[in-house]
């Protein structure tokens, strides 16, 4: 691989829309592919996950999501789901964490089509397509926004917290998880959206680097993201497809195991106006020290029960 691609973020605006909505056609029969994120491991001896059998190849992904959304109570929540790729982690949201209406909404036309074939039928889950800029709901629709692993991609990241911003009811929350970008230090990185999300209006953001469990993640999916890669893409594509996967000897596997880029959770508060005896919190976990919040459901004693995955408490980013 070239050192130009190596330093380029390659799956980033217009190539990162016309990525994945070839993706979407290519794959588009492929229903047993339903999450396209980087997974997360916890520590070894502490999954107690419950997953359905389908959900099983593809359980460090839906881990991932788990770990996001697990960060609120979404029992009885609208939850969006921004950058819903093919649906897999939006579905799992649905169905594990008890949310009573769950949309899924991305910017490649044929990943939507996709969601709605594959995942349609199912009370309360739906999929829209939308620009993460300029998303296609009214103000104050929804509790939550989940975004994972998708605004490394957007051409303009701060017109999206605006947006998340104003389609959340206030006391709402922003739930984020994304990697830093290439040749810039993580600490920048983090303060650069840290700021972001002032401007657009939210409080302080309980943050957690989680990228010790993303490389535990890619380790132990590593050989079925392989099988996967010869099975289904060309040979001329391989490379960039394992740069894509994040598998062991990816250029951006080696930035997160040698500290270069790191891996962000976020948990972002839009203000709550305070009327006496109004909507209760939607977040009921407090954060630890530190601000950082703990990433399991476990560890909320009234967070849903029905999916339960503890991880090692994440280190707290610096």
Same mark, same amino acid.
């Not at 008890?98 to 739906?126: M, N, W, Y």
């Given at each position: 691989?070239? +050192? ?10 217009s ?17 047993d592919?339903?999450?396209?994120n ?31 959304a697990?960060?609120?109570d ?15 982690g ?41 620009d ?8 104050? +629709? ?7 692993? +998708?605004?490394?991609c ?5 017109a ?13 929350h922003l ?28 409080? +302080? ?10 490389l ?82 476990? #560890?909320?004693d009234? #967070? ?15």
């Amino acid at each position: 691989m070239s +050192s130009r691609l190596r330093e380029r973020q390659v799956f980033h605006g217009s190539r990162a829309r016309i990525l994945y909505e070839l993706i979407g056609w290519q794959f588009r029969n492929a229903t047993d592919l339903r999450f396209m994120n980087y997974g997360l491991a916890p520590a070894p001896g502490r999954e107690t996950m419950s997953l359905r059998p389908g959900e099983q190849p593809e359980r460090y992904c839906a881990a991932l999501y788990h770990a996001v959304a697990a960060q609120a109570d979404l029992r009885g929540a609208r939850v969006l789901d921004v950058g819903c790729g093919r649906g897999g982690g939006t579905a799992y949201v649905h169905r594990h964490l008890g949310p009573a209406e769950t949309t899924g909404c991305d910017i490649a036309r044929h990943s939507v089509a996709f969601c709605r074939k594959v995942q349609g039928g199912v009370a309360g889950l739906g999929f829209r397509h939308g620009d993460a800029a300029a998303l296609p709901f009214a103000a104050e +629709s929804f509790d939550a926004v989940l975004n994972v692993e +998708s605004a490394h991609c957007y051409p303009d990241r701060a017109a999206f917290f605006s947006e998340a911003f104003r389609v959340l009811r206030p006391g709402g929350h922003l739930l984020l998880a994304d990697f830093t970008p290439p040749r810039v230090p993580p600490d920048a990185e983090r303060a650069r959206i840290e700021r972001d999300l002032s401007l657009s209006g939210f409080a +302080s953001a309980g943050v957690a680097d989680i990228t010790a469990g993303i490389l535990r993640g890619l380790d132990l999916d590593h050989d079925r993201r392989m099988r996967e890669i010869r099975a289904r893409f060309p040979l001329g594509t391989r490379r960039l497809a394992r740069l894509w996967a994040g598998t062991r000897g990816s250029w951006i596997y080696r930035d997160f195991a040698e500290g270069r880029r790191a891996y962000f959770l976020y948990r972002i508060e839009k203000p709550a106006v305070a009327v006496p005896g109004q909507a209760r919190p939607l977040l009921r976990c407090q954060p630890r020290a530190g601000g950082v919040l703990p990433v399991s459901a476990m #560890a909320c004693d009234d #967070a849903p029960g029905a999916s339960e995955i503890t991880f090692d408490r994440p280190r707290p980013a610096r």
